[in-house]
């Protein structure tokens, strides 16, 4: 008899301990299995580059091509026979008065399609044969509120306005061949568009203006060998807020400058600030002036002083986020490595 009770107080435990192990895996893996699906025809896991355009359509770059998500529909938009097969490697929609288009950088060059974006847009191609623009292997496009277009190139950088192509005199501060040193990362423009941040893997963050005679000009770069508070010299992720205070997400950190004296002003936010990991590969901010940091371990909040981290067992497909656009209605949109995760009212939508 104490035999049979033993045994049936080892099978009791046993039970126990399934179950709990159940209730675990059910906590974390739960939110994946809710996910959505973006639904036939798309395959892409990896969300790289995003924007959004004047209708409030979400834009991605995925290893797959470009995707969009208007609300209720995902779709895939490879069709177009001269986007067809090109290697894109950015995006970015003009919301500009004379924009109304999707600009696409690609190692062919850069690409403005017209709107409405279908299989028919009618499409213009920039390169060095047929344009001013330095180097045929677009990296990187980004356009400014007031219609500055800045490209980065394997030559340099270029910007176009007005149907016309500024004139580089910054080639005493960076050589045309800068890049291949440093490689670029990531673009921003100030508010007014007339100064580019650009983000370098080992050389900190480079400056390009506009001058007073429709030239570009370099000013010194943000770098720590400067000397200057910024945790690293490899930049994953720059964003000007609103009120020009300038985030440089990095692989240490995120270092942030208020004011225009290149030597001060400086801050540094990190995991022991509150950040949910030092890798941040995306910045961006909501109307109300919440910041998001996209890290390799998850999504981090900064409303005023007060942090709050959201990652996979909160609802997000994936930690690693490596871009985030915020649309017009303050919905977050987070590009994975595993899909898309949206953050609207405080509740996680997540797609794959």
């Given amino acids: 008899m104490a035999n049979y009770k033993l045994k049936l107080q080892k099978s009791t435990h046993r039970k126990i301990q399934q179950l709990a192990l159940f209730i675990i895996l059910l906590i974390f893996i739960n939110p994946i299995l809710n996910a959505q699906s973006f639904g036939e025809g798309i395959t892409a896991k990896k969300f790289y580059s995003s924007t959004v355009d004047d209708n409030n ?3 991605f770059l995925t290893e797959t091509g470009i995707v969009s998500f208007d609300g209720e529909k995902w779709s895939v938009h ?6 067809e097969g090109k290697e894109i490697k950015d995006l970015e929609y003009d919301l500009t008065e004379n924009g109304n288009g999707l600009w696409i950088a690609s190692s062919d060059g850069a690409m403005l399609v017209q709107s409405p974006i279908n299989t028919n847009s009618e499409t213009k191609s920039f390169s060095p044969d047929n344009s001013e623009i330095v180097g045929k292997d677009v990296l990187g496009v980004t356009v400014s509120k007031k219609g500055m277009r800045w490209f980065a190139t394997d030559k340099g950088i270029s910007a176009y306005k007005d149907d016309k192509w500024f004139e580089n005199k910054y080639m005493d501060l960076y050589p045309d061949d800068i890049f291949q040193y440093f490689p670029y ?3 921003a ?3 007014n568009g007339d100064t ?3 983000g370098t893997l080992g050389g900190g963050v480079m400056r390009y203006y506009k001058d007073d005679v429709d030239a570009i000009s370099g000013a010194s770069e943000y770098a720590v060998w400067g000397p200057i508070l910024i945790p690293s010299d490899s930049i994953f992720s720059v964003y000007i807020s609103p009120d020009g205070t300038q985030w440089m997400g990095t692989d240490m950190g995120v270092g942030k400058h208020s004011g225009f004296n290149t030597l001060e002003g400086w801050k540094i936010l990190d995991t ?3 950040l949910a990991h030092d890798k941040v590969q995306a910045i961006n901010s909501d109307s109300k002036g919440k910041m998001y940091f996209g890290t390799k371990g ?3 909040i900064l409303d005023g002083e007060n942090w709050t981290t959201l990652k996979v067992e909160d609802g997000l ?3 690693n986020i490596l871009t985030i656009a915020i649309d017009n209605n303050d919905v977050v949109w987070l590009g994975t490595d595993n899909g898309v995760s949206c953050l609207k009212d405080g509740e996680i939508t997540s797609y794959k």
């Fill in 78 to 83: 490879n069709n177009n026979s001269n986007i």
């Fill in 272 to 274: 022991t600030t509150g």
């Fill in 317 to 319: 497909v994936s930690n």
């Fill in 189 to 191: 423009t100030s508010n």
């Fill in 298 to 300: 998850g999504l981090s």
């Fill in 185 to 187: 990362s990531t673009l």
């Fill in 57 to 59: 359509v979400v834009w």
């Fill in 196 to 198: 580019l941040y650009v």
